[in-house]
């Protein structure tokens, strides 16, 4: 269970931020405006912080500068009503470690706060990851499920890798997109699943147990078998 | 540059000639008034000096006319007074003219002879005005005084109209000229400015000088229509704006509790594929309304902030990679041809977005089995980047509309195929922003083609004269 802190003025989606984040088993307390949250992310002891970036008072941007600047170092995820790249570019400049624009699906900003808890749990550098019998070496970029190689090309080695890296978790597409693309806008869905569909026949050769799963709705997630 | 034919045809030039077209032509009438009055007045002068001499010669005794005669003559000190008298049969008798003069009538009035007389000790002959008049006895007298002084007065007059005209015309014609490309040098910089606005860009202005005339007037009268029609640009977008934006939040609602009642379970047989469809469609709706926003924030976006040196090959080369299994799952041989090894001026993101847009729409619109190739060439104005595909082409009358927000061809695709035609207008909106520019025709081997120029259009400068 993580101790989270949501940081937003609008009690609607807030409340949406709450249910959400608790329903997942998440301690969830939220303040509404910023010189409450500021003090409280301070004293410490969240994993993780959402934070909206327009804020009555003290904004969500001076916040989290202030925050940084305090030596504070819990994973942030600005949510914004504005969608302007700029706005993106300075909202992570500033210190956030995630950005999601307004309005957004519930289920998405979780899985965006379930990555920062993990990337937070995660930091120590790894060279070689691991689920179940896959095998991921970072150094010499080479995969194996069990005995076998598995012949990725640079593209569908990035993509494995984010996906090992957040095991367990629901990616979104956009999320995957972003991740491994590196770009902020709508590909159309089909082209992620696509290649998510070629990935999957060289890591999940029929015979083996499968590791990446659908999620209705949602995104994909790579787990060992339940 | 201005070009001296600018010059000639500017307004103010021709005012400049006109003006001073006029302002010789009052000269000259001007001038010869005061020439013919002079005239008219030293003439009445002579007359009268001529008239006087006579009198008092036909006044005085017969006997001492000759003496009067001698006493006049040595008077004359500037020797412009001939005399002479003659018989009653024309016999010269005395004083300095020998003949009496063919063309003076002899009727004691004052007449011009503009020959003037021939007088003893002279050989030139000036103009003169003279008169002949009868004494009693039968005798002539005849007298005429040079007006050499009138004709030199109308020259120095002439000479005055010369000098005077071309010390004002010609320096005044050089100084309009100077001063007639001030305002073509306004209107040039009008035409700079109007410019962008032509190209959608309506938060422009026409620079106004200050100096409140009728070049001022006519930008403030511009400026104001501008501001009017920003304005109410501005409304019919933030309506529409407002209405995407708005619908996105409950949407968003809607699109979660669905997946609320997915995760829980949904209960009844059947309900999972039912929640599983509506979850597909909402998602399509704010798809939808996002690129609506998306193209709104891209029209609105005018930085240049995010522009960087873009590898075009290498963007080209991502694009490929992230499209290429979706083609070939389509059964599509995508090819990249791109041999480009250039850097241009643009947003990495935005660039990436609107190639991989095109190659999206490519790839959805070439049958099952079709052929798209990106081909990447440099021209000498700059790289450009040719998307051809397979497709069922686009018409040539739609090729502009398909340019629109939610245009979808009627012609050849089905309704199935998914996406709504936004996809080309963010494509035109992001490359509208660089100023690069995109062009639709067909393919040689059937298809479309789309031809993207990546280099900033060089502003074409309409010669505003023709």
Known sequence: MARLLTIEDDAVTAREIVAELKSRGNDVDWV?????????????????????????????????????????????????????????????????????????????????????LRRQRAAERETVLRVGDLELDLIERRARRGAMNL????????????????????????????????????????????????????????GLAPLIRTVRGSGYRLAETE | MLKLSDH?????????????????????VLVAVVYWETNRYLSRVVDEIVEQRVRYLISIDRERLPEAMEATGALD???????????????????????????LPVDGAIHPLPQGVERRGREERKSARGIAKRLGNGELLVLARDTSVIDQVGVIIRHALLWGLSLTVIPG?????????????????????????????????????????????????????LGEIERLMGEVKGVCDNIAHDLRTPLTRLRAQLHRLQQTGGGEEGVGPMLERCIVDVDALLERFRALLRISELEDLRRRGGFASVDLGETLRQVHELYAPLAEDNAIAFR????????????????????SNLIANAIKFSPHGGKVCV??????????????????????????????????????????????GLGLSIVAAIL?????????DDNETGGTRVSVHCWVEAMPSPHFMR
């Not at chain 2, 412009?80 to 003949?99: A, C, K, P, Q």
């Open chain 1, 32 to 116: 509404d405006n910023g010189h409450e949250g500021l003090s409280r992310a301070v004293e410490g002891g969240y994993d993780a912080i959402t934070l909206d970036r327009m804020l009555p008072g003290l904004d969500g941007l001076a916040v989290i500068t202030a925050l940084r600047r305090a030596g504070v170092q819990t994973p942030v995820l600005m949510i914004s009503a504005l969608s302007d790249v700029d706005e993106r570019v300075r909202g992570l400049r500033a210190g956030g470690d995630d950005y999601l624009t307004k309005p957004f699906a519930p289920d998405e900003m979780a899985a965006r706060v379930e990555v920062l």
């Open chain 1, 151 to 206: 012949e990725l090309l640079p593209i569908e080695f990035r993509l494995l890798e984010f996906l090992v890296r957040n095991s367990g978790q629901v990616l979104t597409r956009t999320m995957i997109f972003e991740a491994v693309w590196g770009y902020h806008f709508d590909p159309g869905t089909n082209v992620i699943d696509v290649h998510i569909g070629r990935l999957r026949k060289k890591v999940d050769p029929p």
């Open chain 2, 8 to 28: 000639w045809r500017s307004a103010t030039t021709r005012l400049i000639f006109i003006y001073g077209a006029f302002f010789v032509l009052w000269s000259i």
């Open chain 2, 77 to 103: 000190l500037r020797g412009v007074m001939s005399l002479g008298l003659f018989g009653s049969d024309g016999r010269y008798i005395d004083g300095n003219i020998e003949h009496v003069p063919a063309d």
């Open chain 2, 173 to 225: 014609l050089i100084g309009g000229l100077l001063l007639s490309r001030r305002p073509l040098r306004r209107v040039r910089a009008i035409e700079a400015a109007i410019e962008p606005i032509a190209h959608g860009d309506l938060r422009r202005r026409l620079p106004v000088s200050g100096r409140g005339d009728e070049v001022d007037l006519l930008a403030a009268i511009v400026n104001r229509m």
């Open chain 2, 336 to 355: 990249l041809e791109s041999a480009l090894q250039t850097n241009i001026q643009a947003d990495p993101h935005l660039l990436f977005e609107a190639f």
């Open chain 2, 375 to 420: 081909r990447a060439s440099m021209e000498a104005s700059g790289p450009r980047v040719d998307i051809l595909d397979s497709g069922p082409g686009i018409p040539s009358g739609e090729r502009d509309a398909v340019l629109k927000r939610f245009y979808r061809s009627e012609s050849g695709r089905e309704p199935a195929a998914q996406g709504y």
């Open chain 2, 432 to 440: 509208r922003l660089h100023g690069f520019r995109m062009r639709i």
